[in-house]
Every structure is written in structure tokens, then in C-alpha cells.
């Protein structure tokens, strides 16, 4: 009988697209862990957040990335350069498309780049449950020449592991890059500021989420059953450091309340969270400080 096996394959997934596109819930989906923010909010993400997923047959590296939008200053430099480092050092693009919102002028620009590439790339319908999804031809006219399409509802599983199977066709035969056991090459202490700034986005209104970052000053792990974490909540003005604390404290203590439940789940001890709020005038036009906080 032949011992005949399959190549191992390896390499790195570029998941593409406009604000809001579910890449980031894609990524949570495929890796299994809830790395990446997720909320409603377009621009949660703002920095390459890379996920791992190992497999008997292969190792995706899945790099999720801001969405690509229109903008001006250093957070939008350092998010953009993101998209274009991952279209760079990737071996497999994913460019997603909300179904309900339909293909965009901004997608020709993706598609245009995807193409000059030269590399594989797949387009991917996503949120195929909701009702709207279904108002629109898929693929359309003008999505270009993907090397295959599919139509995925990744918070709850559908058509993900098809969507799987075919990026590992797609890879090159390669050992892998990280030990079976890594799902992230992140450091815990950003994603804990990450999973504060998740809790701050569904607590705060429409606007202020946009203008505040999360530092974590102290990450104590000396107790095996006990994390202490102290951060600092992020805000532009005098004016918006009220509205993060709430009265008597009740917003805060919510942000608080909400962060700490993600981290415990996430790290399975318990967690005491120590939250701040700073007034940062600076923190988005500059990109050393842009650097001290994670984004790249």
C-alpha cells in the first residue's frame, strides 16, 4: 500500500474590505477565539490583528485589517498601510462583501488591486442570513475574475468551512510557521486593551467611540488565579472624560463590567480590571504614540 500523504500547506490569508464587511467575525469564527472586536460600529478595527488556525493538512495565517475608507491624519496612514502590507506578504486574498449593502465604488479599487497582484484571491458574500442579503445578483457584473465565490454567514458557521477547504487548496506546500497551540502572535496585554475598547464602543454613543483609545498601564499575572489589569481610557477632549465616567460612575463601571466578563472568558481566571479615563488630545495625530498602543 502507498504511505503516499498529502502535503502540509502554510501561508498567509489577507481578509479585505470596506468598514463593517465581517472580517473580523470571520476571523473569530475560523480561529475559534474571539481575537478581534467585533460591534456594529464601521472602523472597530484598527490594526492588523493576526489569527491562526491549525489543521492536521495545513496552518492559515488569517490577517484581519482595517476597512479600507476615506480619511486623513496618522490613524488613518497607519490603518491603511496595514491593508497594504497584508495584500503584500499574503499568499491568499479573501476581498468581503456585505450582501445587504452590495458591491461599492471602493471595491472596483479592491479589485483592481487584487488583480495587479497576481495573487489567488476569492470573493466573499457575507451576511447571507439577513433578510436584505438576498436583494442583489451574487456575484455582480462587475466583481472582476475571482478564482471562486462563495456566500457566508460567518456568525453563525454557515458556509465557513467550505470557504476553509478552499483558501487551504490555495496555499503553498509549506511546514508550518507557529506551534499548533498559538492562535495569535499578539501579546495578551493588546488584547486586553482591545477587548476594553470593544466594551467602550457598545457602551458609548455613536461618536465618542471614535475618538478613544485604551492603554493598559499594569498587567499582573503573578497569581495563577487572578489577573490584575489597570488601563486607561482614551478621550480627545475635557468635555468627553464626563460622558466615559457617567454619573456617579455608572458608565464607567458598565464599560468595566462588560471588559472584565470578555477578558475572564478569554483567559479562564478571574480578572480585576482598573479603569481610568485620560484626556489625550494627541493620541490619534501621532504615530510614536499610535506605536505605544499596538497599532503598528
Known sequence: MSDERKPHRAGVVALLGLPNAGKSTLLNRLVGERLAIVTHKPQTTRSRILGIVSRPDAQLLLVDTPGVHE????LHEVMQEAVDEALGDCDVAVLLVDLARGWEERHDLLRDRLDAAGKPWLLVGTKSDLPRAG????????AGKPDAVFRIAADKGHGTPTLL??????????PPYYPDDEITDRP????AAEMVREAAFQELSEELPYDLAVEVESFDESRPDLARIRANLLVRRDSQKGMVIGAGGHQIKAIGSRARKSLEKFMGQQVHLELWVKVDPSWFKKRKRLNSLGYF
Open 71 to 74: 480619511g486623513h491624519g496618522a
Open 135 to 142: 436583494d442583489r445578483p451574487w456575484p455582480p457584473e462587475n
Open 165 to 174: 477547504d478552499a483558501l487551504v487548496e490555495r496555499l503553498p506546500e509549506s
Open 188 to 191: 495578551l496585554r493588546f488584547l
